[in-house]
């Protein structure tokens, strides 16, 4: 399993393409329109979004597990091993995709044992 890194995917000013999860037990995410420099993502990759973010009591990190370019929808994981956040729903907020304090952590294992915790 890889996590992918990307360069200028999302927007923390929550007015380009915001994202909208249901529901605290959803496993999909929308947009209202597809991501701009998304990448496909296909198991067992995943590709970490932070959900509202410098929001300390919304923002929330979540997992991309599955997306196609050119769409507006994503498969997601919330609350993934490892990363110190919480299931939750989100209608049409900022988001971005960078480094998480998950990422910090690669020389204590904390990465490695997250991903191998998800592909279980």
């Not at 929308?30 to 923002?59: F, K, Y």
């Amino acid at each position: 399993m890889a996590r992918l890194q990307v360069n200028n995917v999302g927007t923390d000013a929550g007015t380009i393409n915001p994202i909208t999860i249901a529901s605290a037990t959803a496993t999909t995410c929308s947009w209202t329109s597809a991501p701009t420099h998304m990448p496909a993502v296909a198991a067992p990759d995943v590709l970490p979004i932070t959900v509202s973010p410098n929001t300390p009591t919304t923002e929330t990190i979540i997992w991309v597990t599955g997306y196609s370019p050119g769409a507006t929808t994503a498969s997601i994981l919330q609350n993934p091993p490892g990363e110190s956040s919480f299931a939750a729903a989100h209608s049409a907020k900022p988001w971005i995709h960078g480094p998480t304090a998950l990422d910090f952590r690669r020389g204590t294992g904390g990465l490695r044992a997250a991903l191998s915790a998800a592909a279980r």
